[in-house]
């Protein structure tokens, strides 16, 4: 019971707090509208190669901007208890630790769902890409897992958090490598095999390769195992980012570093 | 000569303190190469794998005005989190001379991230890239960076009320890396965005340093470019003592 009402109470706290720091100066021209310009550079970079459809550009790039939320609101999880000094009176508290982060994990998921989802439906209208009306709910299922999967990763950067200084850096390398490696603006075809290979590990491959799949008319049975895969994907991450939280709690404790900042 | 003294100085120390924040320094070299790869990477396996050179120089000139906006949003928000701005706004010389050599060392960063991003390209895949006139193309890379100085110059100025100004700073990252014609030709966007794109220095930078790398003719373009750069500062120095007269009145300097 406790673990649930941690779980519950700690998530809408730090929801309120992640919208303390994401306030609508900082949420709306970082989450609403630059992921708009990266579909809109995205896809005319496209026309210019020549390489794939519109249609392509606009699904890849509205999921693959999920991780923007996913793994900067996770890693401030740590960084901003560490700015605020309350850091210490979290980890020194008896709360078990499972319910405490994966409670805060929640809004992160579903901010970074609605980030992706937004900007799908403003990339589909300013470039007019076609989405079937029986597609919407089977897309709002694979973007929610997409964010969840990435929301795993984005708990590994917290727990680095603990170590590093440099989080907001670090954030802009995973994305980054998202960004070339997941096939949100290169088909995997396209790719070198090794790169094929490191993409079946990472977050938003398979969600962006059903999301593809949906808006071309597929059921959303017949991206299930996609679907399953990207799951997958994101118990993996999660289970590394919690074993990896814990560690770098220990070794704070024992080097007194977790003050450090 | 006292002016100009304090601008190398100016120029020098902030530099220095840019080059060594890992964000700004190491964080803003690497971020464009990220995109960089993928634009090298549309390119190779487009319908036309000659364009990568096209492609290379256009990847190059998007990281110095990535090393421009995102920084010059926050420069006078990072002098206030330094408590440093109230002491620089006191001081004798005008504002805009302690400003100007902050967000110029901010677009010489953005030389980093050019030199990053063609060996990127020579080493990583194979685009060789011979430069046909070389003084003509170091010029266009200074003129680009004065002219992309003076355009965070009047960044800065512009987002001063704002609190997260560096939001502001990192939005216009990719809209000017697309109406910049840095990788997509002017000729397949609306009609509506060219005057757009003909008022911002980055697009005659990088049409300067594509014409002298490819062997064209690089000079009106560089012209365009520098003579940009004395108009954003006008037009920012008027802003400024507009903002700074309503921060005393209101006495909202130090405003967080």
Known sequence: MTGARIFAVGGLISYRALFYWLTPMIYIPSLMLAPIFQILLMAYIGRSAGLASDEFYVVGNAIQYAAVPCLFAMTQLVGGEKFQNTLSAILVSPAPRLPLFFGRAVPVVLNGAFVAGFSLLAGSLILGVHIPAGAILPLALVILVAA???????LINAALALRIRESAVLSNVLFGFLLIFTGANVPLSDVPGWMQTVAQGLPFTHSIEAARDLVAGASLASVADLLGAELLVAGTYLAVGYLLLRF???????????ERS | MRT?????VGWYFQFKTIARSPFEGFGQVIWPLFFATVAFMMFRAGSDPKTLLYASLGSAVMGMWSATSTTAGAAMQ??????TLEALVAAPPHFSLILLPL????????????VATLLLGRFVFGIDLTVEHPIAFGLSIVGTVLSLGALGFLFAVSFVRFRAAWALGNLFEYPVWLIGGFLVPLVLLPGWVRPISWALAPTWGMNAIRESALGGTPWPDLAVCLALGPAYMAVGILMLDRVLDAARRRAALSLT
Do not use: D
């Open chain 1, 148 to 154: 969840f999967s990435c929301t795993g990763l984005g």
């Open chain 1, 248 to 258: 770098f709690e220990n070794q704070g404790r024992r080097h007194a570093t977790l």
């Open chain 2, 4 to 8: 100009l003294r304090l601008l190398a």
């Open chain 2, 78 to 83: 990072r002098e206030r989190w330094h408590g």
């Open chain 2, 103 to 114: 967000t110029l060392a901010m677009s010489t960063i953005g030389i980093y991230c050019l």
